[in-house]
């Protein structure tokens, strides 16, 4: 499967934001689908994972803020981000793994990555 993420852009701190990942593929309604980021000079970190289940696990301090969702039909699975604060500032990538990974960063595939920018 290849990955598109999209959606990044210069936002002010306290605005929402949502960024897509569109698959290609039919089978994309089988994967685990999960969303990190990586600001400068950092590593990068988990930000939000769904199973093909729709089930759902976020990094704890990204909860309430942050929400993950899917439509198959779609191929697409989206990050709604709320109140962003200059430090949620990162290139945001998404993965798509059969297994259910979870935080780890092992996911097979991996899309190019979108900026999000939030000016204070």
């Known amino acids: 499967v290849q990955l598109q993420a999209s959606g990044g852009g210069l936002v002010q701190a306290g605005d929402s934001l949502r960024l897509s990942c569109v698959a290609s593929?039919?089978?994309?309604?089988?994967?685990?689908v999960g969303w990190f980021r990586q600001a400068p000079g950092k590593e990068r970190e988990f930000v939000a994972v769904i199973g093909w289940t729709d089930n759902t696990y976020y990094a704890d301090s990204l909860k309430g803020r942050f929400t993950i969702s899917r439509d198959n039909a779609k191929n697409t699975v989206y990050l709604q981000m709320k109140s962003l604060k200059a430090e949620d500032t990162a290139v945001y990538y998404c993965a798509a793994d059969r297994a259910w990974l979870g935080a780890n960063v092992r996911y097979d595939h991996w899309g190019q990555g979108t900026l999000v920018t939030v000016s204070s």
């Open positions: 593929g039919r089978t994309f309604g089988v994967y685990n």
